[in-house]
Nanobody
Framework: QVQLLESGGGLVQAGGSLTLSCMVS????????LGWYRQAPGKERELVAE???????TWRNAMEGRFTVSRDNAKNTVSLQMNSLRPEDTAAYYC???????????????WGQGTQVTVSS
């Protein structure tokens, strides 16, 4: 089974910064991509950024360059650095992986439990 454990959420003032981390347990699986989604109250879950395993780049900017998603393949982690936070960034943030069991071709989605980020004005 693939397990994703997030940490680092909390309350921050507008203009501040916050870093979320996700530890990936993937024994017996190949991870095809890693990244972050978020879901604000009353809204659909939306993609922040995802990094495929097939590329050499281990980071990707998002949200007009305010956020950076980075993965460390040696440590099996993916992080989300958020700068210049705005009240509209308030949401539950979810670590996400697409992975397939060794010897299989079907890829499935896996989600962390979510961590709340609240930005006060």
């Amino acid at each position: 089974q693939v397990q994703l454990l997030e940490s680092g959420g909390g309350l921050v003032q507008a203009g501040g910064s916050l870093t979320l981390s996700c530890m990936v347990s993937k024994s017996g699986f190949t991870v095809e991509s890693l990244g972050w989604y978020r879901q604000a109250p009353g809204k659909e879950r939306e993609l922040v950024a995802e990094i495929p395993s097939s590329i050499t780049t281990t980071w990707r900017n998002a949200m007009e360059g305010r956020f950076t998603v980075s993965r460390d393949n040696a440590k099996n982690t993916v992080s989300l650095q958020m700068n210049s936070l705005r009240p509209e960034d308030t949401a539950a943030y979810y670590c996400h992986a697409q992975a397939r069991r060794w010897g299989r071709t079907d890829v499935r989605d896996y989600w962390g439990q979510g961590t709340q980020v609240t930005v006060s004005s």
